[in-house]
């Protein structure tokens, strides 16, 4: 038996893609699950198909445990409505897979505002907002776990992506200080970037790269993240097409100044303030 024995995740955006596959796996490992998802198109745009509901069907015909909610985690309310959904079903909520997303690429100086808000309504505000509705029952039982879906977008840029690179880099300072002030109550904070093929990759991978990146290849590292076994907080992991790896920011040693530095002499030591030859070393000991 794994650490998902009766533990109850709400898992976001999970009628199709990445969040279906969490949902089952979940599942299979002995968790109930609130399945959630808007049920709209990639762009978030329009709602209401039954994506949830054939997922809950899914799960139960395996002999899983699993209940369907259709709300919107840009709200605040909808946000609330998914855990009390966990609450009402399953009597208790343990873990959030922070997974809801949409896309609005385009180039920052061709970008309508409302792209930029749509998407940082759905992926920053979205993770806030379930998380905080789940926050004060994981104080109050000692025991919570927390999975934002990040992405490589975000931790090294990507052409085309500022909303979406924003977005998904706020969920990383969200959960390092998550992980902080989670500790004393048994609360761990962590993120995966996903690389899978789903329908908001299906144009960016080619088609034997698609066959390598079934969802399937990260699930399990979501799942287990949110399991009793894990003391890991604040880490963000990589994953996808049977890779997985920890990724993490790093520093140099630093250029020390006795006294304030004028530009001239700052300009002076320029090559070693910007010098990361020891880093790649420091990052290697640590793999
Ligand atoms: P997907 O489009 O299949 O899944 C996203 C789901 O979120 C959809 O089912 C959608 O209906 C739902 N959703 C959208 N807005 C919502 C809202 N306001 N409330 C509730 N549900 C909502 O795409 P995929 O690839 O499965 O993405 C899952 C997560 O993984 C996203 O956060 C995405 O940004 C992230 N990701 C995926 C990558 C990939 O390679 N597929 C790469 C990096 C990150």
Redesign the pocket.
Known sequence: MTGLHDRVIAV??A?????RAYARTLAAEGAAVVV?????A?D?TGQGSA?ADEVVEEIRRAGGRAVANY????EPE?AAAIVETALEEFGAIHGVVS????LRDGTFHKMAFENWDAVLK??LY?GYNVIRAAWPHFRAQSFGRVVV?????GLFGNFGQTN?GAA?LGLVGLINSLAEEGAKYNITANAV?????????NDVFDAELQQRLS?EYVAPLVAYLCSEDITDSGAVFIA?GGKIRRVVLAQNPAVVFDTPPTVETLASRWEDIRDLSTIERAVLELG
């Open positions: 976001t955006g009628g199709g893609g990445l969040g959630n998802d808007l049920g709209g990639r978030g994506m709300d919107s985690v840009a909808g997974n809801a997303g949409i759905v992926h979205g879906a990040t992405s490589t977008s979406y998904k970037a996903p690389i899978a093929t789903t329908r908001m990759t969802p996808g």
